[in-house]
C-alpha cells in the first residue's frame, strides 16, 4: 500500500498541465518575479526572502523508522525516527495541498562521477526554489535528459504548514527522509538549503556502502594538478578558501571521495554573504549575477545587495552554478587529495595558525569537529564564545554512526599518504572581543605554504597545550603569531582559557568509541 501509495504520488507530482518541467534560470527568474515570490537585483540576481526560517530547522528534520533504517541508523537529537504511517498521512495531505497549484519539476544529478551519482527529481511550488535547486545540483545534458530516471525525489511545499498536534511533529515545520519510499517531504519552510541538505543527509547514508566517503568539505586543485579538500562548519573560511584565484574549484561544500579520487556532490556552490566584498573575495562576488540566487539579502535604493545589512539575518546566503567561478573544474572531478584541512574559527584565540597532525590526531579533531559560536549570534548565548562540535563537521548530515566516516577517513589517508592539516581561521592574541580575527591573507599564505610544500621545509616544534606540531616560520606570516602563547599579552589569561577549552574537548570526546590511541591524541590538560 505505501509503495503504490508513493508511486501514484510521484506521478501525479511529475505531470499534468500546471506541472512545468526543467525550465531554465531566465523562465523560471521570470516567472518567479511576476508572480511575486522574488526581485531582480541591480547585478542581476533573483532575490528571495525567506521569511521566519532564515536557516535550517534541525529540530523539525526526521527519518522514517522502518526495515531499511531501524538498525543502521544513529538515532538521536540528530536523527529523530519517523512512523511509516505517520509519513503515509502526512505525505497524502502534502499531495491533496499541491493538486490544484501550478508546480515546477528539476530532474537532476547528485554526485559529479557517471560512476556514483544519485539521480534525483524536485518538485516545488515555488519557481524560485526550482532555481535554486538547478543551480545547485548537477545537470544533465540534454543527450541524457531523456533517460533520466531519479532514484530519489524531493518535493517541497513551504506553503503546507503541517499540523503538530495531528502529524506527530514539533512544529508547523518538517524535513523527513523516507528511505523505503525514496522520498524527501519538506513543507512549512521557505529556506532553499533543506532541499540541498536534505539529498547531502541522502547520500551519507547510501554512498557508504558503495566504498564512499561522503565528506562536508569543499575542494579544489593546484596548477600541479594535486587536490587539496577543506572541512569546516558554517563560518569557518570553506567556501572562501577553495575559491582561490591560484587554483581551480572543484566544489565548495559537499564531496564524495571513491576509489577513483574525489567528485563534487553539486553542481554549484552556496556561499554566505556576510560582509562580502570583491576586494576580499573577488571570485564569489563576481560569480552573483545573473542565474544566481540570493537570500535574505537587502537590496538598497538602488537595487544593490547590501552585503553588510543583517537586518534578517546574518544567514546571508548567495547560490549559483559552479561555472561562475572562474577557472572551475567541470565536471566537479579530482585525484586523490594530497592534503586535508579541518577549518576551525577558533573564537578563544588559543588554537595555532596551522597546525600539522598525526594520523591520530587527525582522528580526533575529525571526529571533534570543532569551531565556536560567538556571542549574540544565538539567542541566550552570553558575552563569551561558546564551543561547537560537530562530528565529522557535518553531524546534522549523518545518518550513520560517526565512527564509521571516521574510519572511512582513515583509511583514505593512510592509503593515499595524505597529509592533514587544523588551520584556525578565528582569533589570534585574545579571545573574541580581546584579540583579533586572522586575516584572510595570513591563513592563505599559511595554506597555500602547505599546500605548494614549502611548509615542510621549515622546523616544526610541538606546543604543550594541544601537543600540536606548528611551524616555527612561515614566509609572509609574522613568526610571533604561529605559537598562540606568544600571541597573547596576558600569559596567564591564555593558560586559564587554553586549559577550559581543552576540558571541553575531552568532555566531548567521552561520547566516542574510539582507539586508546586516537583519545590519547587530544588536548593536554594533566
Same mark, same amino acid.
Given at each position: 500500500?505505501?509503495?503504490?501509495?508513493?508511486?501514484?504520488?510521484?506521478?501525479?507530482?511529475?505531470?499534468?498541465?500546471?506541472?512545468?518541467?526543467?525550465?531554465?534560470?531566465?523562465?523560471?527568474?521570470?516567472?518567479?518575479?511576476?508572480?511575486?515570490?522574488?526581485?531582480?537585483?541591480?547585478?542581476?540576481?533573483?532575490?528571495?526572502?525567506?521569511?521566519?526560517?532564515?536557516?535550517?530547522?534541525?529540530?523539525?528534520?526526521?527519518?522514517?523508522?522502518?526495515?531499511?533504517?531501524?538498525?543502521?541508523?544513529?538515532?538521536?537529537?540528530?536523527?529523530?525516527?519517523?512512523?511509516?504511517?505517520?509519513?503515509?498521512?502526512?505525505?497524502?495531505?502534502?499531495?491533496?495541498?499541491?493538486?490544484?497549484?501550478?508546480?515546477?519539476?528539476?530532474?537532476?544529478?547528485?554526485?559529479?562521477?557517471?560512476?556514483?551519482?544519485?539521480?534525483?527529481?524536485?518538485?516545488?511550488?515555488?519557481?524560485?526554489?526550482?532555481?535554486?535547486?538547478?543551480?545547485?545540483?548537477?545537470?544533465?545534458?540534454?543527450?541524457?535528459?531523456?533517460?533520466?530516471?531519479?532514484?530519489?525525489?524531493?518535493?517541497?511545499?513551504?506553503?503546507?504548514?503541517?499540523?503538530?498536534?495531528?502529524?506527530?511533529?514539533?512544529?508547523?515545520?518538517?524535513?523527513?527522509?523516507?528511505?523505503?519510499?525514496?522520498?524527501?517531504?519538506?513543507?512549512?519552510?521557505?529556506?532553499?538549503?533543506?532541499?540541498?541538505?536534505?539529498?547531502?543527509?541522502?547520500?551519507?547514508?547510501?554512498?557508504?556502502?558503495?566504498?564512499?566517503?561522503?565528506?562536508?568539505?569543499?575542494?579544489?586543485?593546484?596548477?600541479?594538478?594535486?587536490?587539496?579538500?577543506?572541512?569546516?562548519?558554517?563560518?569557518?573560511?570553506?567556501?572562501? %578558501? +577553495?575559491?582561490?584565484? !591560484?587554483?581551480?574549484?572543484?566544489?565548495?561544500?559537499?564531496? *564524495?571521495?571513491? =576509489? @577513483?579520487?574525489? &567528485?563534487?556532490?553539486?553542481?554549484?556552490?552556496?556561499?554566505?554573504?556576510?560582509?562580502?566584498?570583491?576586494?576580499?573575495?573577488?571570485?564569489?562576488?563576481?560569480?552573483?549575477?545573473?542565474?544566481?540566487?540570493?537570500?535574505?539579502?537587502?537590496?538598497?535604493?538602488?537595487?544593490?545587495?547590501?552585503?553588510?545589512?543583517?537586518?534578517?539575518?546574518?544567514?546571508?546566503?548567495?547560490?549559483?552554478?559552479?561555472?561562475?567561478?572562474?577557472?572551475?573544474?567541470?565536471?566537479?572531478?579530482?585525484?586523490?587529495?594530497?592534503?586535508?584541512?579541518?577549518?576551525?574559527?577558533?573564537?578563544?584565540?588559543?588554537?595555532?595558525?596551522?597546525?600539522?597532525?598525526?594520523?591520530?590526531?587527525?582522528?580526533?579533531?575529525? %571526529? +571533534?569537529?570543532?569551531? !565556536?559560536?560567538?556571542?549574540?549570534?544565538?539567542?541566550?548565548? *552570553?558575552?563569551? =564564545? @561558546?564551543?561547537? &562540535?560537530?562530528?565529522?563537521?557535518?553531524?546534522?548530515?549523518?545518518?550513520?554512526?560517526?565512527?564509521?566516516?571516521?574510519?572511512?577517513?582513515?583509511?583514505?589517508?593512510?592509503?593515499?599518504?595524505?597529509?592533514?592539516?587544523?588551520?584556525?581561521?578565528?582569533?589570534?592574541?585574545?579571545?573574541?572581543?580581546?584579540?583579533?580575527?586572522?586575516?584572510?591573507?595570513?591563513?592563505?599564505?599559511?595554506?597555500?605554504?602547505?599546500?605548494?610544500?614549502?611548509?615542510?621545509?621549515?622546523?616544526?616544534?610541538?606546543?604543550?597545550?594541544?601537543?600540536?606540531?606548528?611551524?616555527?616560520?612561515?614566509?609572509?606570516?609574522?613568526?610571533?603569531?604561529?605559537?598562540?602563547?606568544?600571541?597573547?599579552?596576558?600569559?596567564?589569561?591564555?593558560?586559564?582559557?587554553?586549559?577550559?577549552?581543552?576540558?571541553?574537548?575531552?568532555?566531548?570526546?567521552?561520547?566516542?568509541?574510539?582507539?586508546?590511541?586516537?583519545?590519547?591524541?587530544?588536548?593536554?590538560?594533566?
Amino acid at each position: 500500500m505505501a509503495s503504490l501509495l508513493a508511486t501514484d504520488v510521484l506521478y501525479s507530482l511529475a505531470s499534468g498541465p500546471r506541472v512545468r518541467k526543467n525550465l531554465p534560470a531566465s523562465q523560471l527568474m521570470e516567472i518567479a518575479i511576476k508572480r511575486g515570490e522574488a526581485r531582480l537585483a541591480a547585478n542581476g540576481a533573483l532575490v528571495a526572502i525567506t521569511g521566519t526560517r532564515t536557516g535550517r530547522s534541525p529540530k523539525d528534520k526526521f527519518t522514517v523508522d522502518d526495515e531499511i533504517t531501524h538498525s543502521v541508523v544513529d538515532w538521536g537529537r540528530v536523527n529523530q525516527p519517523f512512523s511509516p504511517e505517520k509519513f503515509e498521512a502526512l505525505l497524502e495531505r502534502v499531495t491533496d495541498h499541491l493538486h490544484d497549484r501550478d508546480l515546477f519539476v528539476q530532474d537532476l544529478y547528485c554526485g559529479a562521477d557517471p560512476a556514483y551519482r544519485l539521480p534525483i527529481r524536485v518538485v516545488t511550488e515555488y519557481a524560485w526554489h526550482s532555481l535554486f535547486v538547478r543551480q545547485l545540483f548537477v545537470r544533465p545534458d540534454a543527450a541524457h535528459l531523456p533517460t533520466h530516471a531519479p532514484e530519489f525525489t524531493v518535493i517541497a511545499a513551504p506553503e503546507f504548514e503541517a499540523v503538530p498536534e495531528r502529524d506527530g511533529i514539533r512544529s508547523e515545520a518538517f524535513i523527513i527522509a523516507d528511505f523505503s519510499r525514496r522520498i524527501v517531504l519538506i513543507g512549512g519552510t521557505k529556506y532553499a538549503g533543506e532541499m540541498k541538505k536534505s539529498i547531502f543527509g541522502v547520500m551519507n547514508f547510501i554512498v557508504p556502502k558503495r566504498d564512499v566517503l561522503p565528506m562536508h568539505c569543499s575542494a579544489n586543485v593546484g596548477a600541479d594538478g594535486v587536490t587539496a579538500l577543506f572541512f569546516g562548519l558554517s563560518g569557518t573560511g570553506k567556501t572562501t %578558501l +577553495s575559491a582561490d584565484p !591560484a587554483r581551480r574549484l572543484i566544489g565548495d561544500d559537499e564531496h *564524495g571521495w571513491s =576509489p @577513483a579520487g574525489v &567528485f563534487n556532490f553539486e553542481g554549484g556552490c552556496y556561499a554566505k554573504c556576510i560582509d562580502l566584498t570583491e576586494e576580499k573575495e573577488p571570485q564569489i562576488f563576481r560569480a552573483i549575477r545573473f542565474g544566481s540566487v540570493l537570500e535574505n539579502v537587502i537590496l538598497d535604493a538602488e537595487g544593490c545587495p547590501d552585503y553588510f545589512n543583517i537586518s534578517l539575518t546574518e544567514n546571508t546566503r548567495a547560490a549559483y552554478p559552479v561555472d561562475f567561478i572562474e577557472n572551475a573544474v567541470i565536471p566537479g572531478i579530482g585525484g586523490h587529495p594530497r592534503n586535508v584541512m579541518f577549518l576551525a574559527a577558533d573564537a578563544f584565540g588559543v588554537l595555532p595558525p596551522i597546525s600539522r597532525l598525526t594520523p591520530e590526531q587527525a582522528m580526533y579533531h575529525f %571526529l +571533534s569537529g570543532y569551531t !565556536a559560536k560567538l556571542a549574540g549570534t544565538e539567542a541566550g548565548m *552570553g558575552k563569551d =564564545p @561558546a564551543p561547537e &562540535f560537530s562530528a565529522c563537521f557535518g553531524k546534522p548530515f549523518l545518518p550513520l554512526a560517526p565512527r564509521v566516516y571516521a574510519e572511512m577517513l582513515g583509511k583514505r589517508l593512510k592509503q593515499h599518504n595524505a597529509a592533514c592539516w587544523l588551520v584556525n581561521t578565528g582569533w589570534s592574541g585574545g579571545k573574541f572581543g580581546i584579540g583579533k580575527r586572522m586575516s584572510l591573507k595570513i591563513t592563505r599564505a599559511l595554506v597555500n605554504a602547505a599546500l605548494d610544500g614549502r611548509l615542510e621545509k621549515f622546523e616544526f616544534v610541538t606546543e604543550p597545550a594541544f601537543g600540536l606540531s606548528i611551524p616555527v616560520s612561515c614566509p609572509d606570516v609574522p613568526a610571533e603569531i604561529l605559537n598562540p602563547r606568544n600571541a597573547w599579552a596576558d600569559k596567564a589569561a591564555y593558560d586559564k582559557t587554553v586549559a577550559e577549552l581543552a576540558a571541553k574537548f575531552e568532555e566531548n570526546f567521552k561520547q566516542f568509541d574510539a582507539p586508546e590511541s586516537v583519545k590519547a591524541a587530544g588536548p593536554r590538560t594533566r
